[in-house]
């Protein structure tokens, strides 16, 4: 079922996230339900502080139809090449979308939701939101790669958004 997806500026968002020691039925029951609450919001990567839950896991699935998904224990970029910039979005700032520049290539090491360690290479998009889930792993927000006065801007954006809603 749907899980609450945690909102800036919430503490739990900055905290580096601790290794998944192993696959249990009980993170095999968190992927889904990430995946699920993914699909609903909608979004295209979820990472598990998202969803109030400081383990280093992350789930994507960049299709439209939506059938090709990614579940990642402990992700690793094992090397990067390349440069590409993209409008990017968070389901915890919702609302706000910046440019980010990152690498476009990069070759991603972790392990899957049967316990098997994967390496694979992920370019364009995939690169990219793989790269941005794993910076929520790191309490790093995709506002985190503004220029000072771009974030500044972005920030004030949401509070008032927020506030907006507060008071509607
Ligand atoms: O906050 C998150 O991690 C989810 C975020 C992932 C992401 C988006 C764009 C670039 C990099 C990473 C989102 O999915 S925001 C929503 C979004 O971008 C989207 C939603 C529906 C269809 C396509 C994109
Ligand atoms: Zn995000």
């Known amino acids: 079922d749907k899980l609450d997806i945690v909102l800036y500026p919430d503490e739990g968002l900055r905290e580096v996230c601790k290794p998944v020691p192993e696959m ?6 968190l992927i889904d339900e990430m995946f699920y609450t993914m ?3 909608p979004g295209i990567g979820l ?26 224990l402990n992700p690793e970029i094992v090397k990067t090449a390349g440069k590409i910039t993209w409008e990017e979005g968070c389901l915890s700032i919702p609302g706000i ?15 899957d939701r049967d316990g098997k360690t994967i390496e694979f ?10 790269q941005h889930e794993i910076d929520h792993l790191n309490g790093k927000l995709f506002i985190d790669h503004l ?13 008032k958004e927020m506030a907006v809603q507060a008071n509607s």
């Open 39 to 41: 699909y609903d919001a």
């Open 24 to 29: 249990t039925d009980e993170l095999d029951k």
């Open 147 to 159: 220029s000072g006065l771009k974030r500044t801007r972005a920030i004030q954006k949401f509070k």
């Open 97 to 111: 979308y910046a440019k980010v520049d990152r690498p476009s290539d990069i070759l991603v090491r972790g392990m």
């Open 47 to 72: 990472a598990a502080p998202q969803v109030a839950v400081q383990q280093r896991l992350i789930v994507v699935d960049i299709s439209e139809t939506k059938d090709e998904p990614i579940a990642l």
């Open 121 to 130: 290479e992920a370019n364009e998009l995939l690169a990219v939101c793989i």
